[in-house]
């Protein structure tokens, strides 16, 4: 029923933007958002936003990061800008209903040095 789409991944040299977005359809999301995974690591939080916009942004990329949303279409982005090679992971959109949380499959983001 619920399915997500996640677009916006690449390579890109430090310093470099990137902008991901993701679909979710099916349902009424409340929050939604992204995290990522770099190898050998555990999957970890990258921002997250309500329904009503509020944001959450992990130390690490806040002032780099901007995460927005279109209740309408469904969708949640993410604006990547100044990228670290330490930004390189398999992001991962993720949202919610009041009972669920639902995972994309995930888009890869290499920066390199």
């Known amino acids: 029923q619920v399915q997500l789409v996640e677009s916006g991944g690449g390579w890109v040299q430090a310093g470099g933007s990137l902008r991901l977005s993701c679909t979710a359809s099916?349902?009424?999301?409340?929050?939604m958002g992204w995290y990522r995974q770099a190898p050998e690591k555990q999957r970890e939080l990258v921002a997250t936003?309500?329904?009503?916009?509020?944001?959450n942004y992990a130390g690490s990329v806040k002032g780099r990061f901007t995460i927005s949303r279109d209740n309408a279409k469904n969708t949640v982005s993410l604006q990547m800008n100044s990228l670290k090679p330490e930004d390189t992971a398999v992001y991962y959109c993720?949202?919610?209903?009041?009972?669920?949380?639902?995972w994309g499959q995930g888009t890869q983001v290499t920066v390199s040095s």
């Open positions: 936003i309500s329904r009503a916009g509020s944001t």
């Open positions: 099916g349902s009424i999301f409340s929050g």
């Open positions: 993720n949202v919610g209903t009041v009972f669920r949380e639902f």
